[in-house]
């Protein structure tokens, strides 16, 4: 069983920056991959960003250039870096993670609101 607790969203003007966290106990971090997901109300969850085991990340075409995707192993940390924020970002923002091997072991986090305000 792993628990996932997110930070970090909040309040920010068009174009600032906020970095999230997601941090994970109750298991091997090292041994999952992580997404972030994000969902407004009225629409279906849509994939932010992954980061796999290695470090290989991959984004939605709509974050590309503005988001990064991060991990701290050691930390049990995932982390999402969001610049340039625009107010078509705001949403309910949840953690995911999914074991590399057992995929069947899939996480979520409680969520946190991000609001980008014009």
């Known amino acids: 069983q792993v628990q996932l607790v997110e930070s970090g969203g909040g309040l920010v003007q068009s174009g600032g920056s906020l970095r999230l966290s997601c941090t994970a106990s109750?298991?091997?971090?090292?041994?999952?991959?992580m997404t972030w997901y994000r969902q407004t109300p009225g629409k279906q969850r849509e994939l932010v960003a992954t980061?796999?085991?290695?470090?290989?990340?991959n984004y939605a075409d709509s974050v590309k250039g503005r988001f990064t995707i991060s991990r701290d192993n050691a930390k049990n940390t995932g982390y999402l870096q969001m610049n340039s924020l625009k107010p078509e970002d705001t949403a309910v923002y949840y953690c995911?993670?999914?074991?590399?091997?057992?995929?069947?072991?899939?996480?979520w986090g409680q969520g946190t609101q991000v609001t980008v305000s014009s």
């Open positions: 995911n993670v999914k074991h590399g091997l057992f995929t069947q072991y899939e996480y």
């Open positions: 109750g298991s091997i971090f090292s041994a999952y991959f």
């Open positions: 980061i796999q085991i290695g470090g290989d990340a």
